[in-house]
């Protein structure tokens, strides 16, 4: 019976022993806690591998990145980042600003001369004749984009050098004619940058026309001058080659048809005492020139940009 006794304690000591020596099945699976390290070493347990290592912390970091742009079809490249409140100002309106050129014309004039006597306003004759030449001019103007956009408006003034005859001749080296010496016009002009070095644009405006009505029937030749007041319209289109410079200054290459439109023009020549002549004449230019732009441009607007930076989360470990 004592045996028996003895054999229980001794196992009773070992179970003990074993429990004491082994921290919880719960302890095992939980964190390693300053409590549990500080009862391994009261007992002289040496600490399991898991809790050898610095324990794991996550903190998140953030960083600044510039935004990304993607783009189908393009190279992907980060965005520019801007602080807030910064003035950014995009490229300026090609073709805006002011403006010289200088051109050759070809002229094409119809005239229409109605012959009427004076004492009772009879039509006598009527001739229709017509003729070209070839002038020179120069013009000058301002156009700006008030919509911060492709459109610009403006104006310009031009000058056109033509001393272009327009006569109908009689036998024996009589004629009777006219002369358009000089045109000017000022002009009101709407135009579109449809690329970046391509304009296309119109005009419209009064135009000044110097006509010199002569003729030679018997004797020497006779003229009458004046200046006839008509309108002006054109069409034209100027193209800037990416290179071209002058003096620093942008040049450009442009081609323009203007028609004039003149109201009917009465001359009282001398040479003719007894007749008046009623003239009609329309005028067709076509240009080509060279265009300087003397500015840098016509600033668009400033653009504010208030663009926040780009916070991303960057997981690390200590």
Request: hydrophobic share 40%; charged share 15%.
């Amino acid at each position: 019976m004592q045996f028996v006794v003895v054999a229980l304690s001794v196992a009773l000591v070992g179970l003990a022993t074993r429990a004491r020596a082994a921290p919880p099945a719960r302890a095992e699976a939980a964190s390693c806690s300053a409590a549990l390290l500080a009862d391994y070493a009261s007992r002289g347990i040496a600490q399991p591998e898991r809790c050898s290592r610095k324990p794991r912390t996550t903190n998140i970091r953030t960083q600044q990145e510039p935004a990304k742009l993607y783009s189908v079809g393009r190279r992907i490249e980060p965005a520019k980042l801007y602080s807030v409140g910064t003035l950014v100002r995009p490229p300026t309106a090609s073709f805006a600003g002011w403006f010289i050129s200088g051109n050759v014309s070809g002229n094409f004039s119809a005239l229409d001369q109605t012959e009427i006597f004076k004492m009772t306003n009879v039509v006598t004759n009527r001739f229709s004749d017509s003729s070209q030449t070839v002038g020179f001019g120069f013009n000058a103007g301002y156009l700006f984009a008030p919509w911060n956009n492709g459109i610009l408006v403006g104006a310009s003034a031009s000058v056109d050098v033509l001393n272009q005859d327009t006569s109908h001749t009689f036998p024996g080296g009589f004629f009777l004619g006219q002369t358009a010496g000089v045109i000017g016009s000022v002009n009101a002009q709407l135009g579109f940058v449809g690329t970046p070095h391509f304009l296309i644009y119109g005009e419209a405006g009064p135009a000044f026309v110097r006509l010199d009505q002569k003729l030679n029937f018997s004797g020497p030749v006779t003229s009458v001058d004046t200046w006839a007041t008509g309108v002006n319209v054109g069409i034209g289109a100027a193209y800037e080659p990416p290179d071209w410079q002058f003096a620093g200054h942008r040049l450009a290459i442009f081609s323009q048809v203007n028609r004039i439109f003149l109201p009917s023009v009465t001359f009282d020549n001398p040479g003719s005492p007894g007749f008046i002549y009623r003239n009609q004449n329309d005028i067709v230019q076509l240009k080509f020139g060279l265009r300087l732009e003397l500015g840098d441009g016509e600033p668009r607007a400033p653009i504010i940009h208030d663009v926040p930076p780009v916070v991303r989360p960057v997981f690390g470990f200590h």
